[in-house]
């Protein structure tokens, strides 16, 4: 399956963007989807997922609360409604796929990758 992923840029702290991932190529209900980020320097990390059906979001104990992942398997794509943003956040974002029958926040369960997109929060 292949992904694309859109919708980052610059924001003020405390400001709001909305992240969107496509998909092509399988059945998107298939896969449980995440989102994960990178800073500089620093390792991928979880940020959220989202099961086959939408009905079992789970986040990271520091975007829980702002953001929230949902998902559209009729258009084939994931969201990440990120809200109260903070310049930690600061960050690329991936969208993931993974087609194992239960839900990981290790990136290397993960078969798909999306190209990032460039989340910059300004203090």
């Known amino acids: 399956v292949q992904l694309q992923a859109s919708g980052g840029g610059l924001v003020q702290a405390g400001g709001s963007l909305r992240l969107s991932c496509t998909a092509s190529g399988r059945t998107f209900s298939g896969y449980i989807m995440a989102w994960f980020r990178q800073a500089p320097g620093k390792a991928r990390e979880f940020a959220a997922g989202?099961?086959?059906?939408?009905?079992?979001?789970y986040y990271a104990d520091s975007v829980k609360g702002r953001f929230t992942i949902s998902r559209d398997n009729a258009r084939n794509t994931v969201f990440l409604q990120m809200n109260s943003l903070k310049p930690e956040d600061t960050a690329v974002y991936y969208c993931?796929?993974?087609?194992?029958?239960?839900?990981?926040?290790?990136?290397?369960?993960?078969?798909?990758w999306g190209q990032g997109t460039q989340v910059t929060v300004s203090s």
């Open positions: 989202i099961s086959r059906g939408g009905y079992s979001p």
């Open positions: 993931a796929a993974d087609s194992s029958p239960r839900a990981s926040r290790d990136p290397d369960e993960y078969d798909y």
